[in-house]
């Protein structure tokens, strides 16, 4: 699919509206260069993190996708909540299905 497509695609996923990357479902938005990259940020309890979708075109019809996530789990509940989160693999597993979802939705 071309980058136009799998920005779509992105939004449709990621977004409450996907014609409106500001809107992005448990994210704030950090910025969105379409359709090449979109930044998002979060923050709770235990943990600050960002979620970063790079969107490089690899030929006329092939765009890959690259997610990338960056995460502080400050203080004792912070290192506890990481090792449920990351140290399970959980992590691992919901951004693949994310990336799932967007292939998906192209």
Known sequence: MNRDRAWQAL????CTDPNDPSAPRGFRLDSA???ARLA???RHWFSRYALIFE???EGPSRTRIRAQSWAEFPGVHGKIY???VIGSGGHQVV???LLRQVAGAA
Do not use: M, T
């Open 82 to 84: 990481r090792a449920l």
């Open 11 to 14: 939004l449709k996923v990621v």
């Open 33 to 35: 260069d379409a359709p």
């Open 95 to 97: 951004v693949r299905r």
């Open 40 to 42: 998002l940020s979060g």
């Open 55 to 57: 969107l490089d075109e």
